[in-house]
């Protein structure tokens, strides 16, 4: 069983910076794409990022392209959002998310292409 756990969510400014962790226990590897949601109050769940296995395929979505950065470090067993020029719109629940089709150099983009949750991170940018 893998869960996933994240921080670094907060309260801050519109224009300043957080950094999102995402770690991975129940296995001591975790070579599983992996990606990034958020979920506004009364809005769907949206993709924000992807990360292929090893880290080298990334996609962001439009909404964030140039901002937001995702990274994945397999010795650490954690994923990570770096988030700048930060917008009341990002104001939402964040949530890592992990694909079980192991190795896979893909990046997956859609909610029930991922298998496992984590229970999210409240991020809060005031205007």
């Known amino acids: 069983q893998v869960q996933l756990v994240e921080s670094g969510g907060g309260l801050v400014q519109a224009g300043g910076s957080l950094r999102l962790s995402c770690t991975t226990s129940g296995r001591t590897f975790t070579p599983f794409p992996m990606g990034w949601f958020r979920q506004a109050p009364g809005k769907e769940r949206e993709f924000v990022a992807a990360?292929?296995?090893?880290?080298?395929?990334?996609y962001h979505s439009d909404s964030v392209k140039g901002r937001f950065t995702i990274s994945k470090d397999n010795t650490k067993n954690t994923l990570y959002l770096q988030m700048n020029s930060l917008k009341p719109e990002d104001t939402a629940v964040y949530y890592c998310a992990a694909n079980s089709r192991l190795y896979s150099g893909r990046y997956y983009t859609q909610v029930d292409e991922y298998d496992y949750w984590g229970q999210g991170t409240q991020v809060t940018v005031s205007s």
């Open positions: 990360v292929s296995w090893r880290g080298g395929n990334t």
